[in-house]
Every structure is written in structure tokens, then in C-alpha cells.
């Protein structure tokens, strides 16, 4: 069983930031990428950064100069440093990772639970 568990998320005004984090646990053989992906109400899920294990990061072009991603790979964690944050960031934040179980087992996509960030103008 793996589990991602994500904290950090709150209320802000516009231009202010947070830092959502999200920890893995369970049986973890190995992690290829963790990130982050958001979905506000009456939208679809989207992609916002992930950092792969290369230590590579791809952004949505709307962070892009504002949030940070990145892992503390001994703590199987990873962190996304948010600032000058916009009404339009308000959304659920979901935590991804793809995770090898076993050296023989496929990678999977694994999900948090999600944590609410509301942006206040």
C-alpha cells in the first residue's frame, strides 16, 4: 500500500504565498516523478509543476514564474512553493506521484487526498 498525504493548504490574499507538501509512504521501491495537479470547481483536473527523479521540473505556463516544485528524495516528500498567488490559483491541490512497488512491479500513478487553497482578492 502507498499513501500520499498532503498539508499546507489555506486561505491567502491575492499576492500572498503558501507551501503545500506532500509525503509518501508505504511500499516504495522507487519514485520517478512527484507533482502537483489542481482542479477548481466546474473545471478539469490540470497539471501545475512536477519534478521528475532527473531533477527536471515542468510547469503550466499560468505558474510559471510564480511556484516552485521540488523533492527531498531520503523523505520520499515533495514540496510546491506557491507566491504571488492569484484569485484564479483558488482550487483543490492534488499531489501525483508514480511509484514502483517492487523492482518487477509497473509504475503506477498514485493520488492525495487534496488540499484546498482559496486565494482571496
Request: glycine residues 10%; contains cysteine.
Amino acid at each position: 500500500q502507498v499513501q500520499l498525504v498532503e498539508s499546507g493548504g489555506g486561505l491567502v490574499q491575492a499576492g500572498g504565498a503558501l507551501r503545500l507538501s506532500c509525503a509518501a509512504s508505504g511500499s516504495i521501491f522507487s519514485i520517478n516523478a512527484m507533482g502537483w495537479y489542481r482542479q477548481a470547481p466546474g473545471k478539469q483536473r490540470e497539471l501545475v509543476a512536477v519534478a521528475t527523479t532527473g531533477g527536471s521540473a515542468n510547469y503550466a505556463d499560468s505558474v510559471k514564474d510564480r511556484f516552485t516544485v521540488s523533492r527531498d528524495s531520503a523523505k520520499n516528500t515533495a514540496y510546491l512553493h506557491m507566491n504571488s498567488l492569484k484569485p484564479e490559483d483558488t482550487a483543490v491541490y492534488y499531489c501525483n506521484a508514480r511509484i514502483k512497488t517492487g523492482f518487477y512491479n509497473p509504475l503506477r500513478n498514485y493520488w492525495g487526498q487534496g488540499t484546498q487553497v482559496t486565494v482571496s482578492s
